[in-house]
């Protein structure tokens, strides 16, 4: 599975976005990350986790959840 990334540019700032996919825990998570793109500094992190992730057949709209992410954070601002 191919996870979303972006990049645009918000108050005067490239944002990089990448989407992390951590299996290793005890709750599968899925993370989006916004990346200041000249620093590479953490601006902000929107995190989905949930027990059914590791469910075998279960299906996770990681567009989904990306698309929103963004959404939002265009929203608030940098």
């Keep these: 599975m191919s ?10 700032k490239e944002v990089e ?3 992390l996919e951590d299996k290793g825990t005890k709750v599968h ?5 916004f990346l200041d793109k ?3 500094q953490n601006i902000a992190t929107y995190a989905v986790n ?3 992730f590791k ?16 959404a939002d954070f265009k929203r608030i601002g940098a």
Excluded at 6 to 12: A, P, R, S, V, Y
Excluded at 29 to 33: G, I, Q, R, Y
Excluded at 55 to 70: H, I, L, Q, R
């Design 3 to 12: 996870l979303p990334t972006t990049t645009f540019e918000l108050g005067g």
């Design 50 to 52: 949930h027990p059914r």
């Design 38 to 40: 000249a620093t590479q």
């Design 29 to 33: 998570s899925f993370e989006v990350l």
């Design 17 to 19: 976005v990448i989407t």
């Design 55 to 70: 469910e075998k057949g279960f299906v996770y709209d990681v567009a989904a959840f990306f698309d929103a992410a963004v």
